[in-house]
């Protein structure tokens, strides 16, 4: 089948390698325009280590973004961990359409921050859809659908990483086989089921430490590694990365510092305590018990 891969980063990079093993046809590679750094994007690297071609635009309505998936005469284009929009005159071009991973089981999750959200309300099931691209955010017919279990302390980071990024990659690959074999799954979302959530940002990371521990634990899970939950001391930011959380009565009040560790710092909760192994202030992130030395933080204090 000849492919045009939409995509980047790691997630697009695994893509293309699966998809050139299974014997696919790649007409060409689009990613992002290089930073300001020059580092290439690894979707990139890949692409032209197999003399694949790669396009490159700083915005995919471009009228000759359109021009050139019509010279290019493909199959298919999928999708794969996508930021640029790419639009209904450049996805309805190849002659099947156009494929696009989403790490949730749509409809829940729509949106760019799906796993961070999963985490923050506490999921313990989530996973990823292929669906058909339309013009709406994640609302397309549904190709197919895996799940994965959330372990009481994966973050968005561990989740992605070790379980929806490989089981993305070889759905991908699954879901190209069902269209080369014909008559692929085109199942019609239920709205009715339907939510979208803004991207993960500060304004929705700020620590509430009088909430229960469980939400507290939750929300730094779900913020980590990006935007990274936070809270102050002396009037500054401080990001709260790698953290455990213990469950169980305590007396000391919620956000009280209860312990300052060789390598991290103890903080009491509504309903337990939270062992902190990275926090962020000014500068770099460090060990908990460092940053509680930058900070001048001691036994007894009160974070937020």
Known sequence: MRIILIGQAAFAEKTLEKLFAQGEE?????????????????????????????????????????????????DLAVLAFVTQIVPPQVFSVPKLG??????????????????????IKGESITGLTIFWVDQGIDTGPILLQKTVTVEPDDTTGSLYFNKILPTGVDAIGEAVELIKAGNPPRVVQDESKAN????????????????????????????DPQPGAHTTYNGKMARIFDARLQTGN?????????????????????????????????????????????????VGDRLG
């Open 250 to 298: 305590n007396s000391a009040p919620a956000g009280h510092v209860t312990a300052i560790g060789a390598e991290d710092i103890t903080v009491a909760l509504n309903g337990g305590t939270l062992t902190v192994k990275k926090a962020r202030g000014d500068g770099a992130k460090v060990s908990g018990a460092e940053f509680a030395k930058q900070a001048g933080l001691n």
């Open 196 to 223: 979208y959530d803004p991207i993960c940002k500060d304004e929705h990371a700020k620590i509430d430490w009088s909430n229960p521990a469980q939400e507290v634990y939750n929300l730094i899970r779900g913020c």
């Open 98 to 119: 156009s494929i696009c991973f989403h790490p949730s089981i749509l409809p829940k999750y729509r949106g760019a921050s799906a796993i961070n959200w999963a985490l």
């Open 26 to 74: 790649i007409a060409a590679v689009y990613c992002p325009l290089d930073p300001p750094s020059g580092k290439c994007d690894p979707v990139k690297q890949k692409a032209l280590a197999l003399a694949i071609p790669v396009r490159q635009h700083k915005s995919l309505k471009a009228p000759e973004v359109r021009d050139e998936f019509v010279a290019l005469n493909a």
